[in-house]
Structures are given as C-alpha cells and as structure tokens.
C-alpha cells in the first residue's frame, strides 16, 4: 500500500518567487489536508478537501496561498510572492472518510526555504 | 478553545530506560479524539495510536503503552525499554468532535535515547 508521497522533498527560493508543491494521497482516501510545521513547532492546519472540495481554510492561509484538488485525487498548494516568514515544512495527510473521525496519515513534507 | 500541552520539550536517556511523554489537552467537546505520532529525522509523522473520549481502556503495544485518563485530561505516552531507534519527536494531537476535521497538535517531546 503505498503511503502519501510529496514533491519536492527541498525547495530553496528567493524572496518572491511563486512556488507549487503536490501531493499524492493514499489511493482509496477521499479527504486531503494541508498543514505547515516551523521550527519546534508541531503542525498546524491550513486547509483541507473532501473530494475536490475545499471544506475548510485557516486564517493562515493568506491571500498568497492558494490550494487545489481538481479531480479529487493529487493536491498543489501554490505560495505567491514568497516572504522569508513562509519558510516552513509543508506536510500533507490524507485520510479515508467513514462518517466517523478518521486518521490522518501523513506524507513526508516539503521543506520551503526562502532567501 | 481546544489547545494541547507537551511541557517536556525534550528528554534524554540511556537505551533500556523506561520513559513517558505527557500530553495534558483542553477541549469543551464532550466527544473527541486524541492521537500520538513520531516524527523522526527524516520528517514524516507516523501514526502512533488513536483514542476516543469514550474509551478510557489503557493500551499496550509491544514496547509502547498509553495511559488516558479524562479526570485529568492527560494523555500520557511510556517507551519501556528504549532503544536507539525510538529517538525522534513525538506528538501529541486532538481532534473534535463538532465542525471540524482538523488536528491540533502540541508542540513535541523530542526523545534522545543514546546507547
């Protein structure tokens, strides 16, 4: 069963530039998550979608960022104009809705790092 | 509001040694889960156990065990018997019941076990 997968792993920008990560989830998982993690910190949620709708959206997520499932399966979550205060690590999670509260499982991350 | 405390920001000990990971959490939820994942080096938080308020049934899993109790609102986490490979961060996290799909996590127990 292969697990969420994430890409790129490292992406190194100047201040800015746009970026765009992707993120596959576990096959059969119809509900997608965003979360960002800095430094000694534990994760926090930016957005999430079930299906190809974007259910629900943090107040940390500026006007910069945008999210996107079109087809209901891989996500890419795009950061305009980066600032030196976006670097983070970018974890995704899927889980598998059942009517109940389900796990999340969680990818590898991307690691942002803006000069 | 819904928060979650891991005081010990870090623990160090010798492989062998028990050790415990308190988690204390604050929900106005009358239903809600709790979970545990590890994060290593590498980045990806592992899914370590998941709990719901109604089931205050203590857990063991080889090595790892978890003590819930709601009188206190405490989710403690025991490694008996570390070993090397345990190292890594460790995280708390709750989920609501009511409106919302999100994690909130605490800010980690980074556990050190040297040989």
């Known amino acids: 069963d292969t697990g969420v997968s994430q890409d790129p792993r490292h992406k190194i920008t100047k201040r800015g530039q746009n970026v765009t990560f992707r993120c596959d989830p576990i096959s059969e998982h119809n509900r997608l998550y965003w979360y960002r993690q800095t430094l000694g910190q534990g994760p926090e949620f930016l957005t999430y979608f079930q299906n190809e709708a974007q259910l629900e959206k943090s107040r940390l997520l500026s006007d910069r960022f945008s999210a996107e499932r079109p087809k209901g399966s891989f996500s890419t979550l795009e950061i305009q104009r980066t600032e030196q205060g976006d670097s983070a690590m970018y974890l995704c999670?899927?889980?598998?809705?059942?009517?109940?509260?389900?796990?999340?499982?969680f990818g590898p991350g991307t690691r942002l790092t803006v000069l | 509001a819904q928060k979650v405390t891991q005081a010990q920001t870090e623990i160090s000990v010798v492989e062998k040694e028990d050790v415990t990971l308190d988690c204390v959490y604050e929900t106005r939820d009358t239903t809600y889960y709790l979970f545990w994942y590890k994060q290593p080096p590498s980045g990806e938080l592992v899914f370590l156990i998941r709990r719901n308020s109604f089931d205050e049934q203590n857990e063991i899993s080889g090595r790892y065990s978890w003590n819930f109790q709601k009188s206190t609102s405490s989710f403690n986490f025991t490694i008996t018997a570390s070993q090397v490979v345990d190292s890594a961060v460790y995280f708390c996290a709750l989920l609501g019941s009511y409106n919302t799909d999100k994690l909130i996590f605490g800010t980690g127990t980074r556990l050190q076990v040297f040989p």
């Open positions: 999670a899927s889980s598998q809705s059942t009517g109940a509260t389900d796990t999340q499982y």
